[in-house]
């Protein structure tokens, strides 16, 4: 009997470690395909950031964790720690929206100069001085 | 109260900084986290980090986004931000501290302590943290490695994933700062 109920409790534990490992490493199913995406907001990097600096909570409820089209200036092109950031233009000197890009965007970041307008895609993660965009691509170039 | 006070501190300091000289800002500091164990090992990273350094008073603010850590797998980042840090109630980590004894005036590399508060998931703790601060072409970089507990700032992990998620986080840093100008 008991080592009947230890089997059990073994063929137990090992089922479920198998699911935990399932569920942690080969399902992978909610990644989003930015290009493929719904855009659930267009504006301007100045506007957004200008939504940011006046009511934080509000802009959070508005964007954080949803997939926006911004359209701004080029201000800052950076590789800074292997990553490809393009930094648009916010409110004033010291804002603006960091977009780190995904990375099939390579190839169109360098044909990027600062004062470009440009039209990024990418999902909001919200604002410290700045509005951060991760998983971005370039949808114009103007 | 009390744990309210680290806040209000951070407020101030960083609305200070708007107008005052020798201030350096780091906008795309990097940040990451490893939890090692025998069953698997997580990592992620945060390159969006924001950082305010006052040479003035040895200062340094930190602030950074919970939903900007990027995990390998999708599901990591979910279960990260919805069940253990509850990004949506706490969305942001925040550190502020003085810099032990560091010389703006050396060129070297120095390895100075950095003492302050740590605010993860809406608690506060002291921490002591080993920096290393050089000067590169003008920039100042600050880089170091620290460990923290989970317990410690109340975060829970289910019975069943507790094998999965290591009882001591290493976290690890670089912040590479421009002068902060108006």
């Not at chain 1, 950031?85 to 916010?90: A, D, F, H, M």
């Not at chain 1, 100069?113 to 691509?137: A, E, P, Q, R, Y």
């Not at chain 2, 806040?7 to 800002?25: E, W």
């Not at chain 2, 969305?91 to 590399?109: L, V």
């Amino acid at each position: 009997m008991r080592k009947s109920v230890k089997i059990i409790s073994l063929a137990v534990f090992i089922v479920i470690n198998i699911c935990i490992y399932i569920s942690l490493n080969l399902s992978d199913i909610k990644a989003i395909d930015i290009n493929k995406a719904l855009t659930f907001k267009n504006t301007e990097s100045e506007v957004l950031v200008a939504n940011f600096m006046t009511d934080e909570k509000q802009a959070d409820e508005i964007y954080t964790g949803k997939v926006i089209e911004i359209t701004g200036t080029v201000k800052e092109v950076s590789f800074l720690n292997n990553r490809n950031t393009l930094i648009l233009q916010g409110k004033d000197k010291n804002s603006g929206v960091i977009c780190d890009m995904n990375a099939n965007q390579i190839d169109a970041i360098h044909k990027i100069s600062i004062g470009d307008k440009i039209t990024v895609k990418g999902i909001c993660k919200g604002f410290l001085k700045d509005v951060v965009m991760l998983n971005c691509i370039i949808i114009t170039n103007n | 109260m009390n744990k309210l006070l680290p806040f209000f501190f951070l407020i101030l300091f960083f609305s200070d900084y708007d107008t005052k000289p020798d201030q350096y800002i780091a906008r795309l500091g990097q940040v990451s986290f490893f939890s090692y164990t025998s069953v698997e090992n997580i990592e992620a990273k945060n390159n969006q980090v924001l950082s305010i350094l006052d040479l003035s008073k040895n200062e340094i603010g930190i602030s950074m986004l919970m939903r900007g850590f990027v995990f390998k797998k999708s599901l990591m980042h979910e279960h990260f931000n919805e069940s253990y840090i509850e990004s949506d109630i706490y969305p942001k980590a925040t550190f502020s501290g003085k810099i032990i004894d560091f010389d703006a005036t050396t060129k070297e590399p120095q390895t100075r302590m950095i003492i302050g508060d740590l605010t993860i998931h809406g608690i506060t703790e002291k921490a002591e943290i080993k920096t290393t601060i050089e000067l590169i072409d003008n920039h100042y970089v600050l880089t170091g490695e620290f460990s923290v507990s989970i317990k410690n700032f109340d975060i829970k992990v289910p019975p069943i994933l507790s094998s999965n998620i290591a009882k001591n986080i290493s976290i690890k840093f670089r912040f590479e700062y421009n002068r902060y100008e108006e």
